[in-house]
């Protein structure tokens, strides 16, 4: 036989359905935690089962619960549940979790995207979304590598790449030559002539550097720039073309010299072509076949002539190679060949006379921004040698101009700019720890407040002063470039402590607005026009005093207020005062009439009726 009739259920079992949501909320018991997918499925009441799904961890059942969930409020619960476990989740999506982020709107769907711990969730989560401008910003700010190169992959447009490329310059240097392959390759693939010409200037360059690598590397190298070269020669212009050519001439002469190949010097072919073209122009000098064969050469100097203040040094010398091997390919110099020669010959000393005057002027440029690196380190010495971090922060910044425009730094100045940059590194580091020193003192005064038995103003007036100060030490350092951190923990805790301060205060302060503003009705209402002409002596003599005590009493009005009701009380005081004048004037004359009056009644009266006209003048006079 049982004690008792009956067992206490626990809340979670409650029928009061806040009391039950509360319990599964918060209860920890094993029943009850086995029971929470049973519970966030059948109960009755959405408040319980939003409670439940707060805790289910199985994000394969919440899907299996959102697709038979008909209360909105739960299926949004659902979803805010499910996104927070995906932004979380270590392991990478299953094809069930992949189908769900096909099913997210875009917004939810783009926060998976930046937000999601895994790289797998936000490579799935990005992958169905169409937006250049999202794939572009995530391909500078994805953490994961290897994602950002696949993102790179995924883009089109070849100027939206050449700016991931200079912004990735620093950061990440993969996916900066990965996106500026890619858009070289797709301007290549549409035919650009700017990306052709440096693609093929490029494969010159490699030449020319190849030139200066052992045999095997050469020889290597050279295979490879000609597998290159052949699928772009057919597509650039003439210059381009034999500026190439000339690389490729001077390469193979070198791989032949490497190789102990005896090949004639550019001097000596060149007699040897002058020769024969001497022999050659008795003999051709009139064959129209012989002369037909500079039609070439000649296209090509008009092309260099049109060209040639662009090419630099390097693009002139490999210019200048693949104008001699043209030229040996000759079957004869006739007349025709020599004046295409002499042409050449000109544009090339030409081209060369605006490299070497660039080049001058170049030294002369570098020559100037050196002394003006030198004077702007000095500056920043000197700001350091004071002391003053606002002056230093400004010159340093004048010293990256002059460093950005300058590119190669001597070794001296590097060390001095080192050293600068170092004492400066200092010199903040010394004024956070004395600003930081003071904030910590405001925080003191700040947490002596309470305890001082101050009036309320004078709680208000000292925490304004020291808030006053801290903003002060806020500028000093965003002054300094040194911004300030509003959630360090000095900062939190000197808003903590001046609110502290404040706190018992509020009372008092509300008590005393509502005062003003009863007092603001009051004298408003006072300084309000009322009819003179109606109004008694007494009534104006009451009237003003009130006014005259209301204007000596306006420290109890909001300050904001006080200067607008002051004025009104003012002309209120004048217009009563200018109505008492009025009648004390017209009330004088009244007088002098009555007393003239009674003096010629008298003159003519007997004394019975003297005396009843005066009485009546005095009844009158009162």
Excluded at 28 to 37: G, R, V
Excluded at 178 to 187: H, L, N, V
Excluded at 590 to 609: H, K, P
Aim: glycine share 4%.
């Amino acid at each position: 036989m049982r004690l008792f009739g009956f067992v206490v259920k626990p809340d979670w079992h409650h029928a009061d359905p806040a009391r039950r949501a509360a319990a599964v909320a918060k209860e920890t018991s094993p029943e009850l935690i086995a029971a929470l997918p049973g519970i966030a499925r059948d109960d009755a009441d959405p408040r319980v089962r939003i409670a439940a799904l707060g805790r289910l961890d199985d994000a394969s059942l919440l899907r299996t619960l959102r697709a038979g969930e008909r209360d909105a409020a739960v299926r949004e619960a659902l979803d805010a549940r499910l996104l927070r476990l995906a932004l979380a989740a270590d392991e990478p999506p299953d094809e069930a979790a992949v189908a769900w982020i096909d099913t997210l709107p875009a917004s939810t769907r783009i926060r998976v995207v930046r937000d999601a711990a895994s790289a797998a969730w936000r490579r799935a989560a990005i992958a169905g979304i169409d937006r250049p401008a999202l794939i572009a910003e995530r391909c500078l700010a994805d953490p994961d590598p290897a994602l950002r190169l696949e993102l790179v992959n995924r883009l089109e447009d070849p100027e939206v790449l050449e700016r991931i490329a200079q912004k990735a310059r620093r950061d990440d240097k993969r996916v900066a030559r990965a996106a500026a392959d890619r858009a070289q390759a797709i301007r290549l693939a549409a035919g650009d002539p700017a990306a052709l010409r440096a693609a093929a200037l490029a494969v010159g360059e490699r030449l020319a550097a190849l030139r200066r690598e052992p045999t095997e590397t050469l020889a290597s190298g050279l295979e490879s720039c000609e597998s290159a070269w052949r699928e772009l020669a057919p597509r650039i212009d003439a210059t381009t073309f034999t500026i190439v050519q000339g690389h490729f001439a001077q390469a193979r002469a070198a791989l032949d010299r490497m190789r102990g190949v005896s090949t004639p010097t550019k001097s000596a072919s060149a007699d040897a072509d002058t020769a024969a073209s001497d022999g050659a122009t008795t003999d051709h000098e009139a064959d129209p076949e012989v002369e037909a064969d500079v039609d070439p050469l000649q296209k090509l100097v008009e092309a260099c002539e049109a060209r040639i203040d662009e090419v630099d040094r390097e693009s002139l010398e490999g210019l200048l190679a693949g104008f001699e091997e043209a030229w040996r390919a000759l079957p004869a110099h006739g007349p025709r060949a020599r004046a295409i020669r002499e042409r050449f010959d000109r544009v090339a000393a030409k081209a060369r006379q605006r490299l070497d005057d660039a080049s001058r002027a170049h030294e002369a440029q570098r020559r100037e921004r050196e002394t003006a690196l030198r004077h702007a380190l000095g500056v920043l010495e000197s700001a350091l040698d004071e002391g003053s971090v606002t002056a230093a922060r400004t010159a340093l910044g004048s010293l990256d101009a002059v460093l950005a425009a300058l590119g190669e730094v001597p070794r001296d100045l590097r060390r001095r700019e080192a050293t600068a940059r170092q004492g400066l590194a200092t010199l903040v580091a010394r004024q956070r720890w004395s600003l930081n020193r003071q904030r910590a003192e405001l925080v003191d005064s700040a947490a002596a407040l309470p305890g001082q038995g101050l009036h309320p103003d004078a709680v208000a007036a000292r925490v304004r002063e020291l808030r006053e100060a801290w903003a002060r030490l806020d500028a000093i350092a965003s002054a300094a470039g040194d911004a300030p951190d509003p959630e360090s923990g000095l900062a939190r805790r000197f808003r903590a402590l001046t609110g502290k301060a404040l706190a018992p205060t509020r009372k008092y302060f509300a008590e005393r607005q509502k005062l003003r503003a009863a007092r603001a009705t009051e004298f408003a209402a006072l300084a309000a026009p009322i009819e003179l002409a109606q109004a008694d002596d007494r009534t104006l003599a009451l009237r003003r005093r009130a006014v005259a005590s209301a204007l000596r009493r306006l420290d109890e009005v909001d300050p904001s207020r006080r200067g607008e009701i002051g004025r009104r009380l003012r002309e209120a005081l004048a217009r009563l005062d200018a109505s008492r004048h009025e009648r004390a004037a017209s009330a004088a004359a009244a007088r002098r009439r009555l007393l003239a009056n009674l003096a010629r009644r008298l003159a003519r009266a007997d004394l019975a009726t003297a005396v009843a006209a005066a009485r009546e003048a005095e009844s009158e006079w009162s």
